[in-house]
Nanobody, 130 residues
Framework: EVQLVESGGGLVQAGGSLRLSCAAS????????IGWFRQAPGKEREGVSC????????DYADSVKGRFTISRDTAKNTVYLQMNSLKPEDTAVYYC???????????????????????WGQGTQVTVSS
């Protein structure tokens, strides 16, 4: 059974940092790209970052570029999202999911095509206070 479990969320002041983890099981982790997404109250779910398999190419939403870093540890079947310089507008439930869409070559997978991601985790709440 494919399973993704997010952890690491919490309450932090603006300017602070958190590291989210996405622990994967039930599939060949090395062969699949993983994405991080978030959904704030009253808003649609949006792509935050993704990391490909193989060369581990990455992509970021403009709103988090320079502040967030995605990485993957194949030994632990885990993808991380290091979030620095957090802002109140980063407050949301953060989810990870597996990319199941078409081939993407050496580029990162398409971050904004949410319908091409599946096996969503239960999410972890991130709250940034001002």
């Amino acid at each position: 059974e494919v399973q993704l479990v997010e952890s690491g969320g919490g309450l932090v002041q603006a300017g602070g940092s958190l590291r989210l983890s996405c622990a994967a099981s039930g599939f060949s982790f090395d062969d699949y790209a993983i994405g991080w997404f978030r959904q704030a109250p009253g808003k649609e779910r949006e792509g935050v970052s993704c990391i490909g398999s193989g060369n581990g190419a990455t992509d970021y939403a403009d709103s988090v570029k320079g502040r967030f870093t995605i990485s993957r540890d194949t030994a632990k079947n885990t993808v991380y999202l290091q979030m620095n310089s957090l802002k109140p507008e980063d407050t949301a439930v953060y989810y990870c999911a597996v990319y199941i869409g078409g081939p993407y070559g050496t580029s990162p997978p398409p971050l904004m095509s949410l319908r091409e991601y599946a096996y969503w985790g239960q999410g972890t709440q991130v709250t940034v206070s001002s």
